[in-house]
Every structure is written in structure tokens, then in C-alpha cells.
């Protein structure tokens, strides 16, 4: 016996070639998109820095640095005398 195809009616909106996104998919997708964006940053802030080293530059992170190993006075003296 042979089956005979069922017939429907035309729909007035057809069914979408791609599934409905799900909320999930949504927060998904911006969370790897601000990770990518901040990738993005960085790599462009080191790019920055190398450029700044290459034209013989000190970035100020750097200056910071030597000053504070420079001035060993701000960590406090131990007593060097027995309590007691």
C-alpha cells in the first residue's frame, strides 16, 4: 500500500532556516565578545609599550618602579637590639 502525501495548507510566515536564539546563546556570545575586546586592548597596550621602548622611552610604570626601589627608606628599620 502506498501512502499518499499529506497536504497542508500554505503557512503565512515559513519556518526559519536557522534555530531561535536562547538567552544562553545571547550572554554567551557577549561574554567571548568582551573577552575579545579586551584581548584586543591588550595586546595594543603592549604594542604601545614596545614602540615606546624601541624610540628609547621610559614608560611612566617603569619610572615608578625605579623610584620606589630607589628609596629604601620608606620600609621601617628593625631594631637591631635585644628586647629586653
Known amino acids: 500500500m502506498r501512502r499518499r502525501l499529506q497536504r497542508t495548507a500554505p503557512r503565512?510566515?515559513?519556518?526559519?532556516?536557522?534555530?531561535?536564539?536562547?538567552?544562553?546563546?545571547?550572554?554567551?556570545?557577549?561574554r567571548e565578545q568582551a573577552l575579545r575586546e579586551k584581548?584586543?586592548?591588550?595586546?595594543?597596550?603592549?604594542?604601545?609599550?614596545a614602540a615606546a621602548r624601541a624610540?628609547?622611552?621610559?614608560p611612566a610604570w617603569?619610572?615608578?618602579?625605579?623610584?620606589?626601589?630607589?628609596?629604601?627608606d620608606l620600609v621601617p628599620d628593625e631594631d637591631p637590639s635585644p628586647a629586653g
Open 12 to 30: 503565512a510566515h515559513p519556518a526559519p532556516l536557522v534555530g531561535a536564539r536562547r538567552p544562553e546563546t545571547q550572554i554567551k556570545r557577549a
Open 39 to 49: 584581548r584586543e586592548r591588550k595586546q595594543e597596550k603592549k604594542d604601545a609599550r
Open 55 to 58: 624610540a628609547g622611552e621610559t
Open 62 to 72: 617603569e619610572e615608578e618602579c625605579a623610584a620606589d626601589i630607589a628609596t629604601p
